[in-house]
């Protein structure tokens, strides 16, 4: 650990491991652990011309092949706290891959990198062509933030930019800035993001046909020797980068009008909620206006018109909004009322079905002639309906927990008309060395006062999915009828820090997340929502669609198993002689063991619940049986 949170630890720890809720980094980035981009497009060896610009509002999660070499940092808008656009880049002590660097060590270590492709830095284009003298006053700029919504980066830790020499065939670090805090950050500049402009004045040095430039950060993972508590740290936030001729040391004028933070919910209470519940009042579910963070970068103000459509599953238009038009005023955030907090007026038609998804698209649009960026001026949100609730947006920007053994983590909803809970969805955090694979109840309450339990199972422990921010689902092997409020969560079995996705850009449910830690319940001292989401409604699907054995003489026991190991017998010996292999299924239809035909099975891992066999015959095209069991801890 670093010698101040060390320091500190020590001397709280006995407090700490008594009672305690707790808010970490992540271990690892889910949308870039699972994503389907990592692999790059082949990148052009010609070099770019002038401008170069990005503000990182594009949709992808890596930075874009056609301005960039590398993809070790994050393009997202959940951890900034009020961006200049929509969308940054943040640099933190994750690699390319979504995990911790294999380096990451208590002391500063090298992380991040963003690598400009090769710049035409020698020739100016266009309608006056011709080489790029010291006049021309070439002029790099961009935007940095520290933490923002994440973890502040140490002193020790910076984040710092470097120019490439051709002639030289070396790198030079012309900026750096120390870690601070958000606060610190705040009061020493009196903005959110500072803005830095460098000249490029030597041009024996720059002035080439292949100029490259490079942001890195130095990061130091905290609470390594606590495993389960170890995670993601030193967040910076880069927005706006700008390179180009005839700009000035006070050149912070963009002509551009954009998003700054992403699309809402149009729902008052929810993210997302069943189709069922939303049906009951469909009026008091919905807003009565909505939040929107529209942005003047440019030095004079600017008129512009706002609007949003509602587009059904067909992709026919079922509402529109026209806000009109409305003066921004300079380097500001919209504060026209009909721009700011655009009124909702509608509600989703109810229909006949289990289910229903809508996109809501925002559009704002300067003038005649447009601005600088086109991509930042739209922004999307999906509003679904389907079978269960969500405070949170579905990305985790940080891990909560509990300690010490046998505390206890309630979730509360609120139901609009009786429904049945079949499933509880948890997406968890990956832990250093998975630190955080210990067992608890899962448990649901009516009541919290007095408190009240109408569902408790053992066995279960933190599981992970390899899709993108995918939740696991805990199918209860009992159903559970309810009405009125509920609570979904559960209770430990040790101290270790389970790590729960936490949403910090979503604040439904600060007033709904409870702990007890020493036999009383408190609301959370966290603004944000847990990454938790109970399923209702009709019976789940299990995922294994059943399929008529050849052999009805295979008979397993014990049944449920109760010292992890299976065991098979059959009427006729001879039939084992055609078998091949067991595949194991749990309820969703997940693999979870694959093993070589044998009379004694292995089940080590399994958490208690209902799972199926399917026996394969020597061919693997036939499944021979297929056998229900329950295993228990």
């Given at each position: 650990?670093?010698?101040t949170?060390l320091?500190?630890f020590?001397?709280?720890?006995p407090f700490?491991?008594?009672?305690?809720?707790?808010?970490?980094?992540?271990?690892s980035?889910?949308?870039?652990?699972?994503s389907?981009?990592s692999?790059?497009l082949?990148?052009?060896?010609?070099p770019?011309?002038?401008p170069?610009?990005?503000?990182?509002?594009?949709e992808?999660i890596?930075?874009?092949?056609?301005?960039?070499e590398?993809?070790?940092v994050?393009i997202?808008?959940d951890?900034?706290l009020?961006p200049?656009?929509?969308g940054v880049a943040?640099f933190?002590?994750?690699?390319s891959k979504?995990?911790?660097?294999?380096?990451a060590?208590?002391t500063?270590?090298?992380?991040d990198?963003?690598?400009?492709?090769?710049i035409?830095?020698?020739?100016?284009?266009?309608?006056?062509?011709?080489?790029i003298?010291?006049?021309?006053?070439v002029?790099?700029?961009?935007?940095?933030?520290?933490?923002g919504?994440?973890?502040a980066p140490?002193?020790d830790d910076?984040?710092?930019?470097?120019?490439y020499s051709?002639?030289s065939?070396k790198w030079?670090?012309?900026w750096?800035?120390?870690?601070?805090t958000?606060?610190?950050?705040l009061?020493?500049n009196?903005?959110?993001?500072?803005?830095?402009l460098i000249p490029?004045?030597?041009s024996v040095?720059?002035?080439s046909?292949?100029?490259?430039?490079?942001?890195?950060n130095?990061a130091?993972l905290?609470n390594?020797?606590?495993p389960?508590w170890?995670?993601?740290?030193?967040?910076?936030?880069?927005d706006y980068v700008?390179l180009n001729?005839h700009?000035?040391?006070g050149?912070s004028?963009?002509h551009?009008i954009?998003?700054?933070e992403?699309a809402?919910?149009?729902?008052k209470?929810?993210?997302a909620m069943?189709?069922?519940q939303f049906?009951?009042?469909?009026?008091?579910?919905?807003?009565d206006?909505l939040?929107?963070?529209i942005?003047n970068?440019?030095?004079?103000?600017?008129?512009?018109?706002?609007?949003f459509d509602?587009f059904?599953?067909?992709?026919?238009?079922i509402?529109?909004?026209?806000?009109?038009?409305?003066?921004?005023?300079?380097?500001?955030?919209?504060?026209?009322?009909?721009?700011a907090h655009?009124?909702?007026g509608?509600?989703f038609?109810p229909s006949a079905?289990?289910s229903?998804?809508f996109?809501i698209?925002h559009?704002i649009k300067?003038?005649?002639n447009?601005d600088?960026?086109?991509h930042?001026d739209?922004?999307?949100?999906?509003?679904?309906?389907?079978?269960?609730?969500a405070y949170?947006?579905?990305?985790?920007?940080?891990?909560?927990?509990?300690?010490p053994a046998n505390?206890?983590?309630a979730y509360?909803?609120?139901?609009?008309?009786a429904d049945?809970l079949?499933a509880i969805?948890?997406f968890w955090?990956?832990t250093?060395?998975d630190?955080?694979?210990?067992?608890?109840y899962?448990?649901?309450w009516?009541?919290l006062?007095?408190?009240?339990?109408?569902?408790?199972?053992?066995g279960?422990?933190?599981?992970y999915?390899?899709s993108?921010?995918?939740?696991?689902?805990?199918i209860l092997?009992?159903p559970?009828?309810?009405?009125?409020?509920?609570?979904?969560?559960?209770k430990q079995t040790?101290?270790?820090f389970?790590?729960v996705g936490?949403?910090r850009?979503?604040n439904?449910?600060?007033?709904?997340?409870?702990y007890?830690?020493?036999?009383t319940w408190?609301p959370?001292?966290?603004?944000g929502?847990l990454?938790i989401?109970p399923?209702?409604?009709?019976?789940?699907?299990?995922?294994?669609?059943?399929?008529?054995?050849?052999s009805?003489?295979i008979?397993?026991?014990?049944?449920p198993?109760s010292d992890h190991?299976?065991?098979?017998?059959?009427?006729?010996p001879?039939?084992?002689?055609?078998l091949s292999?067991?595949k194991?299924?749990?309820?969703?239809g997940r693999?979870?063991c694959?093993?070589?035909f044998s009379?004694?099975?292995?089940l080590?891992?399994?958490?208690s619940g209902?799972y199926f066999?399917?026996?394969?015959?020597?061919?693997h095209?036939?499944?021979?049986?297929i056998l229900?069991f329950?295993?228990e801890?």
């Amino acid at each position: 650990m670093k010698k101040t949170t060390l320091t500190i630890f020590l001397l709280l720890a006995p407090f700490l491991l008594f009672s305690q809720e707790m808010l970490i980094g992540l271990g690892s980035n889910p949308k870039i652990l699972s994503s389907k981009s990592s692999s790059r497009l082949m990148k052009s060896s010609v070099p770019r011309t002038l401008p170069f610009i990005d503000d990182f509002s594009s949709e992808n999660i890596f930075p874009a092949d056609s301005l960039w070499e590398d993809k070790t940092v994050f393009i997202n808008s959940d951890y900034c706290l009020h961006p200049v656009s929509i969308g940054v880049a943040t640099f933190d002590a994750l690699d390319s891959k979504g995990m911790l660097y294999p380096q990451a060590i208590a002391t500063a270590f090298p992380a991040d990198s963003l690598t400009s492709v090769k710049i035409r830095l020698d020739s100016v284009f266009g309608s006056s062509p011709g080489p790029i003298m010291i006049d021309d006053s070439v002029y790099f700029s961009f935007f940095y933030q520290p933490q923002g919504i994440g973890n502040a980066p140490e002193e020790d830790d910076s984040l710092l930019l470097e120019f490439y020499s051709e002639s030289s065939a070396k790198w030079f670090k012309v900026w750096s800035a120390p870690g601070t805090t958000m606060q610190n950050f705040l009061d020493t500049n009196h903005c959110y993001f500072k803005i830095v402009l460098i000249p490029l004045i030597d041009s024996v040095k720059y002035f080439s046909k292949n100029f490259q430039f490079r942001f890195r950060n130095f990061a130091s993972l905290a609470n390594n020797s606590i495993p389960s508590w170890a995670g993601n740290v030193d967040q910076w936030n880069v927005d706006y980068v700008y390179l180009n001729v005839h700009r000035s040391n006070g050149d912070s004028i963009f002509h551009d009008i954009t998003f700054a933070e992403k699309a809402p919910s149009l729902l008052k209470n929810y993210q997302a909620m069943p189709w069922k519940q939303f049906k009951v009042d469909t009026t008091a579910e919905m807003k009565d206006s909505l939040n929107i963070s529209i942005y003047n970068l440019d030095s004079i103000t600017k008129n512009s018109s706002y609007k949003f459509d509602i587009f059904n599953e067909l992709d026919a238009v079922i509402h529109s909004y026209n806000g009109g038009s409305a003066n921004i005023l300079p380097h500001a955030l919209q504060t026209a009322q009909q721009h700011a907090h655009p009124p909702v007026g509608y509600t989703f038609p109810p229909s006949a079905g289990d289910s229903a998804s809508f996109e809501i698209v925002h559009v704002i649009k300067e003038g005649i002639n447009g601005d600088d960026l086109r991509h930042n001026d739209t922004i999307r949100f999906n509003q679904n309906f389907y079978n269960y609730y969500a405070y949170d947006d579905g990305c985790p920007e940080a891990g909560y927990g509990l300690t010490p053994a046998n505390s206890k983590l309630a979730y509360k909803f609120n139901l609009n008309t009786a429904d049945t809970l079949r499933a509880i969805d948890i997406f968890w955090n990956r832990t250093y060395n998975d630190a955080s694979q210990k067992y608890f109840y899962l448990t649901v309450w009516s009541s919290l006062s007095p408190e009240t339990i109408i569902y408790q199972k053992s066995g279960y422990k933190p599981q992970y999915e390899d899709s993108l921010n995918k939740f696991y689902r805990y199918i209860l092997d009992t159903p559970v009828g309810l009405s009125g409020t509920f609570y979904v969560g559960w209770k430990q079995t040790t101290g270790d820090f389970l790590n729960v996705g936490f949403d910090r850009n979503t604040n439904y449910s600060s007033t709904n997340i409870f702990y007890n830690t020493s036999g009383t319940w408190y609301p959370s001292m966290y603004s944000g929502s847990l990454m938790i989401r109970p399923v209702l409604g009709k019976e789940l699907p299990i995922g294994i669609h059943e399929t008529a054995g050849i052999s009805s003489n295979i008979n397993l026991f014990p049944n449920p198993v109760s010292d992890h190991l299976l065991h098979f017998s059959f009427e006729n010996p001879e039939q084992m002689k055609e078998l091949s292999q067991i595949k194991v299924f749990d309820l969703t239809g997940r693999t979870v063991c694959i093993a070589p035909f044998s009379t004694t099975l292995d089940l080590p891992d399994l958490q208690s619940g209902l799972y199926f066999l399917m026996i394969f015959d020597k061919n693997h095209l036939k499944v021979v049986q297929i056998l229900k069991f329950f295993e228990e801890i």
